[in-house]
């Protein structure tokens, strides 16, 4: 395994719902990325955390609030969801936001009913 | 802005054949790196292979070879002797140098190549 662990890994939730996503690196880096997977389109970079300070907001809608107490810890909060942000949330860590070598996590499958 | 094309939605290899995924993008930049992400069937994503711009040989790693033409920006990967375990989704990436900053940074992916290896 990489190193870096989400909980859930699945997750079915309603539109009206608030549910938050966890991701945990034992790495010990200090960047953190949230990024969109959907079917037959490129993996979209959501969010990056520099020790603990969000650097880079890809235009996300803000019913996606992103939270990262501490390095080793990065949380995704949803809420009032749409059907189209059902998709594969990955979570990613490198050792700092100049590496270009990223550890991925296994994904949280989300589906917005 | 910088692009990744995969032209191969899904490609199939013969166990212990051989097989070439292909991979182009488009930059104005001369430093920049390449990756190829495997991604097994319900697994998580892990780094194949990296290849830095400025170097001119070829990036290896035990089965896994590139072959990274600079000038006509391509990068495509090949997978010797294919294994069961190979069968995966493969995404080439790009990256410029420096930090996250902006559209700078950021690892651009493109749409991935599902392999499929016959027993």
């Known amino acids: 395994e990489t190193g870096v662990t989400q909980t859930p890994r699945h997750l079915v939730m309603g539109m009206t719902n608030k549910k938050s996503l966890k991701c945990e690196q034992h790495?010990?880096?200090?960047?953190m990325y949230w990024y969109k997977q959907s079917a037959k389109k490129p993996l979209e970079l959501m969010f990056v955390?520099?020790?603990?300070?969000?650097?880079e907001n890809n235009s996300v809608p803000s019913r996606f609030s992103p939270e990262c107490p501490n390095s080793s810890h990065l949380f995704l909060h949803l809420h009032t969801l749409q059907p189209e942000d059902s998709a594969l949330y990955l979570c990613?860590?490198?050792?700092?936001?100049?590496?270009?070598?990223?550890?991925f996590g296994p994904g949280t499958r989300l589906t917005v009913t | 802005a910088q692009t990744v094309t995969q032209s191969q939605p899904e490609m199939s290899v013969q166990e212990a054949e051989t097989v070439t995924l292909s991979c182009t993008y488009d930059?104005?930049?001369?430093?920049?790196?390449l990756f190829w992400y495997k991604q097994p069937p319900s697994r998580q994503m892990i780094l194949v292979i990296r290849?830095?711009?400025?170097?001119?040989q070829n990036a290896t790693e035990n089965r896994f070879s590139v072959n990274f033409q600079k000038a006509a920006k391509s990068f495509s990967l090949k997978i010797s002797d294919s294994q069961l375990g190979d069968a995966a989704m493969y995404f080439c990436?790009?990256?410029?140098?420096?930090?996250?900053?902006?559209?700078?940074?950021?690892?651009?992916f493109g749409k991935g190549t599902k392999l499929s290896v016959k027993p």
């Open positions: 990613a860590s490198s050792q700092d936001i100049t590496s270009g070598e990223q550890y």
């Open positions: 930059t104005s930049e001369s430093d920049y790196y």
């Open positions: 790495l010990g880096h200090n960047a």
């Open positions: 955390y520099s020790l603990e300070e969000r650097v």
């Open positions: 290849q830095e711009a400025y170097k001119q």
């Open positions: 990436a790009y990256r410029s140098p420096g930090p996250v900053r902006g559209s700078q940074g950021n690892l651009i």
